[in-house]
């Protein structure tokens, strides 16, 4: 009988019993806290005992569990030692960066469906473990990397077409500048770094925020670098990005000196989305130039 660890915040009481009585139904041998930890037993090895002994693992996801540091370790030892993990989505909250490769299983609108979908899928999984699901080694991290960053961006509103900017200007931006490199886990973001005087200087970071995912520029940073330095430089520069954007996003003067936003799904025109590169190549050109000896 197949073993299954069911990872929950005690905040989810009333949806957990729910999903573990449908496991059992289903014919699965299920492990969780409340049935499977002794008083005065010691909880920490009795939870990472309980995972080592699953074959799968099953994360309640809640706008609790998001909150438990619990879970989430639950959940990264589970990937430590190559189990298969599974979501059941309880709550409309965004799927956390170290899930976000994993399909879900919706429990929201109608748990009995959502129970018939999980028990499908471990007995899918687990009845063939040479096509099993495999995760790579970013899939450990929990912050933003390159395998979850995009995945996360499509979940947020208008993201598949966030998205596709998103991606495009990453790939661009690995071809021209000195580094591109991920990071957060509560804002995740893609920043586009040069060289500086022996340091490196983020010019672009691409941003995950949960309203409306944006490119935003460093203009502040700019002005200690020449030909930046100039504040006529940078609101020339200004002025190029507000002749590509249309007029209810075009920036106000003062991002001269500060960090003009833009949204990502104003970027998902191919012409604006080529223009802003082309300002953003010259950004980058003319570092480069003052940078050379």
């Known amino acids: 009988m197949p073993k299954v660890f069911v990872s929950h915040s005690n905040q989810n009481n009333d949806e957990a019993p729910l999903i573990v009585e449908g496991l059992k139904r ?25 995972i080592e002994r699953c074959d799968a693992v099953v994360t309640v996801l809640s706008k609790a569990s998001l909150g438990s540091v619990w879970v989430e370790r639950e959940c990264l030892y589970a990937f430590q030692l190559k189990k298969p993990v ?9 799927l956390p960066l170290h899930l976000v490769n994993i399909q879900y299983c919706d429990f929201r609108e109608d ?25 790579p080694d970013e899939a450990n991290a929990i912050e933003a990397n390159r395998a979850n960053f995009f995945p996360y961006v499509e979940q947020l509103p208008r993201g598949e077409i966030a998205a596709l900017a998103a991606r495009d200007l990453f790939h661009w931006s690995a071809r021209i500048a000195d580094e591109v490199a991920f990071g957060g886990r509560v804002n995740p973001g893609c920043h586009v770094r040069m060289n ?4 490196p200087v983020t010019v672009l970071s691409i941003w995950a925020y949960p309203k409306t995912p944006a490119a935003q520029l460093y203009f502040d940073r700019l002005a200690a670098f020449g030909p930046y330095h100039r504040v006529k430089a940078r609101r020339a520069l200004l002025r190029q990005l507000n002749q590509i954007l249309p007029s209810e996003f075009r920036l106000p003067a003062a991002k001269s000196d ?16 080529e223009s802003f590169k082309g300002v953003l190549a010259e950004i980058l050109a003319g570092l480069r130039a003052k940078q050379s000896p």
Do not use: H, K
Not at 196 to 199: E, K
């Open 26 to 50: 289903a014919g699965f041998d299920v492990w969780v806290d409340y049935e499977n930890i002794r008083g005065g037993a010691d909880w920490l090895c009795e939870i990472q005992a309980g």
């Open 86 to 94: 599974f979501s059941a989505l309880v709550d409309d909250v965004l």
């Open 258 to 273: 500060g960090r003009p936003t833009i949204p990502l799904t104003v970027l998902s025109s191919a012409e604006i989305l």
């Open 111 to 135: 748990f009995a469906a959502g129970s018939m979908q999980l028990a499908a899928s471990l007995t899918s999984a687990l009845s063939s473990p040479e096509s099993g699901i495999v995760y």
């Open 196 to 199: 500086l005087n022996g340091r």
